[in-house]
């Protein structure tokens, strides 16, 4: 963060299995999720902003019950560090479909997905050769905010596309 943004709150957690001192271990392995609360002093308003590397399942990016303990998990964390008319965002590398239960958890709770809404068609570019073409999401719970969000896919950096969000 950049000094000038004062952090006025945060919190980290796991939302999928827990620490272990012996290193990764198999997959699907331990996932956490940190959330902070900033001010916005252009805006004179808080802004929270919630973010996940979601659980990575070798058999594919389908919904299990232990994605949706995850969603669960990264509403919970959102809704600790929030406060009543903050301005909301969640976002990160989710890895899951766009029809997945994680992101119709996330519907219900009031945030709008960018990505898809938008019409962006992938958040991967040409290093990431499978078939799925989405795993990176950004949510916000009052779109009229948005000032500009875009998908980058050039420079290719990664096999992820970077998400911008200007609010």
């Given amino acids: 963060m950049h000094r000038s943004i004062p952090v006025i709150g945060q919190a980290q957690g796991f939302v999928h299995k827990a620490f272990s001192p012996d290193g990764y271990g198999e997959h699907p392995r331990s996932r956490s999720a940190h959330a902070i609360r900033v001010h916005d002093f252009a805006r004179q308003r808080p802004v929270s902003i919630t973010h996940m ?5 070798l058999a594919g990016k389908m919904d299990t019950p232990e ?3 995850q969603a669960d998990r990264l509403l919970a964390l959102s809704d600790q560090v929030s406060e009543p008319g903050d301005l909301r965002v969640v976002c990160g590398d989710f890895n899951v479909e766009p029809e997945s239960e994680t992101l119709t958890k996330l519907h219900r709770a009031g945030f709008t997905e960018l990505v898809t809404s938008r019409g962006f068609t992938s958040t991967r570019n040409s290093h990431y050769t499978k078939p799925a073409r ?3 999401y950004m949510l916000i719970d ?3 905010a948005v000032g500009h969000f875009d998908v980058i ?6 096999d992820h ?3 911008v969000l200007e609010i």
């Fill in 53 to 57: 590397h979601g659980l990575r399942d």
């Fill in 67 to 69: 994605r949706a303990a």
């Fill in 153 to 158: 896919f050039d420079p290719e950096v990664s």
């Fill in 134 to 136: 989405f795993a990176d």
């Fill in 161 to 163: 596309c970077p998400l």
């Fill in 142 to 144: 009052q779109p009229e």
